[in-house]
């Protein structure tokens, strides 16, 4: 009965997820309201800082601007879709991590296409 309550803990955590989930050790005592405390303290800062980096990777990789109403939706499912990738994979695969390295590429992307037209419009 006692393997039951408990929940072990993957000790090769990606940087991101092992920074949130530092101090659950190996594994976690579900019976233990602080330790359940933490992990989902874990889990809600590592799928905070998923949406965040989404949302910056979205609307920084698309330059249109949409309507309110289609805004809506796709912010809906992207709140939907970045919380089961969090659950289902944010442990196991640099989720938080490849959506840094985007939103930074993209980043210096639309900083460099605003530097050339801002060349090319003080040119002409």
Same mark, same amino acid.
């Given at each position: 009965m006692r393997e039951n309550n408990i929940l072990n803990v993957p000790n090769d955590l990606w940087p991101i997820a092992d920074m949130y $989930? !530092? #101090? %659950? #050790? &190996? @594994? +976690?005592? /579900?019976?233990? !309201? @602080? @330790? +359940? &405390? %933490? /992990? $989902?303290?874990g889990f809600f800062l590592l799928y905070l800082t998923t949406v965040i980096l989404a949302i910056i990777t979205f609307k920084l990789g698309f330059a249109r601007k949409l309507p309110l109403l289609q805004s809506v939706v796709v912010y809906g499912v992207l709140l939907i879709g970045t919380f089961i990738l969090t659950l289902l994979l944010g442990l196991n695969l640099p989720i938080a991590e490849s959506l840094l390295a985007s939103s930074i590429v993209l980043a210096v992307y639309r900083f460099r296409l605003h530097q050339e037209r801002q060349r090319k419009q003080e040119s002409n």
């Amino acid at each position: 009965m006692r393997e039951n309550n408990i929940l072990n803990v993957p000790n090769d955590l990606w940087p991101i997820a092992d920074m949130y $989930f !530092q #101090g %659950l #050790g &190996a @594994e +976690v005592n /579900l019976n233990n !309201q @602080e @330790e +359940v &405390a %933490l /992990l $989902f303290r874990g889990f809600f800062l590592l799928y905070l800082t998923t949406v965040i980096l989404a949302i910056i990777t979205f609307k920084l990789g698309f330059a249109r601007k949409l309507p309110l109403l289609q805004s809506v939706v796709v912010y809906g499912v992207l709140l939907i879709g970045t919380f089961i990738l969090t659950l289902l994979l944010g442990l196991n695969l640099p989720i938080a991590e490849s959506l840094l390295a985007s939103s930074i590429v993209l980043a210096v992307y639309r900083f460099r296409l605003h530097q050339e037209r801002q060349r090319k419009q003080e040119s002409n």
